[in-house]
């Protein structure tokens, strides 16, 4: 088991397939390296999927918090001129104006499972973006923080303050767009 929610799981197969069938779409619409993709969802299996999906395609992807306030998610949203927005449909009447195109991932389902289920080949390096996290804005406005593919392959291999093997498991308790959430 690769990831479980609730009474949810999914399998590392069955992740691999969900993710790379909505890499494959993000690729259709034009995602590549370093397209901005938001992820604009509650917590859930759903959320998992689609950050590995933006990663595969090759796009960076942009956490979007649905407790944030509209003021500050009007700020990100302007900021960063999303082309492409992933989401839930039970969020769709909370999410602030925007001329990205909305991908429900639940909603829409059944047209992702069309899509190929094998491994995407972006063509990244590890100096493109992988996501862009805003920092919290206590000296003044939110600042979006652009991190490489390098940045997280830093912060989970060859590490000397964390051992991980196959038999551990790990509680994401950090929200998604709070730079913990990576690890």
């Known amino acids: 088991i690769a990831v479980v929610c609730g009474t949810e799981s999914l399998s590392y197969a069955a992740l691999n397939h969900r993710a790379n069938r909505l890499a494959h779409h993000l690729q ?3 995602v590549g390296a370093e397209t901005l993709v938001g992820i604009y969802m509650e917590r ?3 959320l998992i999927v689609s950050t590995l999906a933006i990663i595969k395609a090759g796009g960076a992807y942009v956490p979007l918090d649905p407790t944030t306030p509209v003021a500050r998610l009007n700020l990100m949203l ?4 999303l082309p492409i927005l992933l989401t839930q449909a039970d969020l769709l009447a909370q999410l602030p104006t925007t001329t990205a ?3 429900c991932v639940d909603r829409d389902r059944p047209l992702l499972a069309s899509a190929a289920e094998s491994n995407p ?3 990244i390096t590890p100096t493109n973006l992988a996501y862009i996290i805003y920092t919290s804005g206590s000296t003044g406005i939110p600042k979006g923080v652009m991190i490489p593919h ?3 392959t830093r912060l989970v291999l060859d ?3 964390v051992s991980l093997n196959a038999s551990d498991r790990i509680a994401q308790a950090a929200n998604t ?3 913990a959430a990576t690890f």
């Not at 302007?78 to 001129?81: P, Y």
């Open 78 to 81: 302007d900021d960063t001129q």
């Open 177 to 179: 767009a709070f730079d």
């Open 150 to 152: 390098r940045g997280i």
């Open 28 to 30: 259709s619409l034009g």
């Open 159 to 161: 590490t000397n303050y």
């Open 101 to 103: 195109q909305m991908i």
């Open 121 to 123: 080949t972006p063509a």
């Open 44 to 46: 859930s299996i759903d």
